[in-house]
């Protein structure tokens, strides 16, 4: 009997090793690797513009800004090229007309084409410039629009260029042939109550149009239409939206698969709150129905919150579906970026609290942009894409007084037919901005899921074992050039990460630095990192 009790005792401790063993090994495995190989830094003085940091994945990085100098009575942009251990390879200098105003860029086919509105109306000349990543000006185009455009979207297909936009309130798109120096309009908007939501070009240089029909009830749908590089429409799918929801947001993907998918966030009507996300998969050849998910039924969601109340949410989440009813939880939800993978999407969004005046008097507190009141439908529903539009980064520039504070960022995958498979999600600590912009970025390799984002001088990384949704979080400072650097203090509002390519991101922000080793024992530095999670 001892002897029997002895061996059950020798067992209980054995699996009590293997559950401590396996629970160890997972933590380990969820624990991130964090290197930070580069930096580039770039004295910055009282009067520069700030750099804009155009991401060229695997060529490098790009860094523009006004120089804010003169040369024959034209205006200075200044364009640095970095490869991707954060070495300088090119320089150049633009010369712009003094009137001309930025409005955005485009990346393709090893080309930069920045977008320059001539004129101080809406109804004015477009200028657009080509340059190579060698840091060489290849052409400059003058594109002469017919009619009154606001516009709000701006890509490149194939040897063409796509603008979109609004004329009296309505959706139009223009196409412009650099070779012919032609524009025309393509056939099928002009539509009344109808936003264009999303204008994107996919990976075989087709592109997408998302409108949205905004009107009466009974009449509201999705619209999404593919054309070729020369604006000959490819397919259309029509989409009917459910009587009782409103689509406020929406970004495609960009056949990097096979199929197509529209993921975006629901919501009341005219309410500025989201109840949920939803998604849909293009297929003009048979029926789909919109796949939507509130947000209190997500398993990571409201992690942000206190666990009584997330606890709730969740609780009445299931209440709500249940008995048919609308969800009860809302909140601020902006969409920023869709990936794609071999089985399917993954869609980045961020939860904000606008300032008590935004969320009363006004639409979404939106960043800064030369549109004056777009790019958002004249409903106020904003558009999430313009990651390539141009926000004007001047010294002393006066800015939206909007105070916008991020509250988490969320990561939810789908499969091919829209179906939620996981979601995550991260809590951001105090970061205010003054309108929405992204801080916070992804990337998901070896079934990990790594998100980060940057805190004044810290990263702040989760990585998650999808397999067993064991998860760690991590901090680390951003690394400077020496030992002995002190970092004294950091620009809140003009920093960022983004992915860059696999692994890797890149972190940039303006820094004080104190080293009582150098000559200039105080430095004031733009600077770039390179961040590689493993």
């Known amino acids: 009997m001892v002897f029997s009790s002895f061996i059950s005792v020798m067992r209980l401790l054995r699996f009590k090793r293997l559950f401590i063993l396996s629970s160890w090994l997972l933590t380990f495995n969820a624990t991130a690797q964090i290197l930070q190989p580069h930096r580039f830094e770039h004295e910055q003085k009282n009067y520069d513009d700030y750099y804009h940091v155009i991401s060229l994945r695997e060529k490098g990085l790009a860094l523009f800004r006004d120089k804010e100098k003169y040369k024959n009575n034209n205006k200075l942009w200044e364009l640095v090229f970095l490869d991707t251990t954060l070495n300088k390879t090119a320089t150049l200098e633009l010369e712009i007309l003094h009137r001309h105003r930025m409005l955005g860029y485009e990346i393709a086919d090893d080309r930069l084409y920045f977008l320059f509105r001539t ?152 309410s500025k709150q989201s109840h949920g996300f939803y998604a849909v998969s293009v297929d003009p050849f048979s029926e789909q129905k919109i796949q939507y998910i509130d947000f209190g039924r997500l398993n990571h969601f409201v992690d942000f919150l206190k666990e009584k109340r997330a606890s709730k949410i969740k609780e009445n989440a299931k209440e709500d579906a249940k008995a048919g009813n609308d969800p009860s939880f809302t909140s601020y939800v902006m969409p920023f970026r869709i990936a794609e993978n071999n089985s399917g999407f993954y869609l980045l969004a961020e939860v904000y609290n606008p300032s008590s005046t935004a969320s009363m008097n006004g639409p979404y507190p939106y960043p800064n942009n030369p549109y004056g009141p777009y790019p958002y439908w004249p409903g106020g529903f904003y558009y999430p894409g313009l990651s390539r539009m141009y926000r004007p980064y001047m010294y002393g520039q006066q800015t939206n007084s909007t105070d916008v504070k991020t509250l988490a960022t969320v990561l939810v995958s789908f499969d091919g037919n829209g179906q939620v498979k996981w979601d995550q999600s991260i809590k951001v600590e105090d970061i205010n901005l003054p309108g929405v912009e992204q801080i916070s970025d992804f990337t998901v390799t070896n079934e990990k899921a790594f998100l980060i984002y940057k805190k004044e001088s810290e990263l702040k990384v989760k990585t998650v074992v999808l397999g067993d949704d064991a998860s760690t979080e991590l901090t680390e400072k951003v690394k400077t050039l020496e030992d002995a650097d002190v970092i004294r203090s950091e620009k809140e ?42």
């Open 119 to 270: 004129g101080e109306t809406t109804k004015n000349d477009l200028a657009l410039i080509e340059v190579s990543y060698a840091g060489k000006e290849i052409a400059r185009y003058e594109v002469k629009p017919e009619l009154d455009l606001r516009i709000t979207h701006f890509i490149k297909a194939g040897d063409n260029f796509i603008f979109g936009g609004y004329v009296n309130n309505e959706a139009v798109i223009v196409l412009f042939e650099p070779e012919t120096k032609n524009m025309k309009v393509i056939p099928g908007f002009f539509q009344k109550d109808t936003e264009l939501v999303d204008l994107r070009t996919n990976q075989n240089q087709t592109f997408n149009t998302v409108l949205i029909n905004r009107g009466l009830r009974g009449e509201r749908k999705m619209i999404f239409r593919t054309f070729d590089s020369t604006g000959k429409q490819l397919l259309e799918d029509v989409i009917q939206i459910e009587e009782d929801m409103t689509l406020q947001t929406g970004i495609t993907s960009a056949l990097k698969r096979e199929d197509l998918l529209v993921a975006g966030t629901w919501g009341d009507r005219n």
């Open 493 to 534: 509002s003009e920093n960022g990460v983004r992915h860059w390519y696999k692994n890797s991101f890149y972190v940039w922000g303006y820094q004080t630095i104190k080293n009582a080793t150098r000559e200039d024992r105080v430095r004031d530095v733009f600077y770039i990192n390179r961040v590689d999670l493993y």
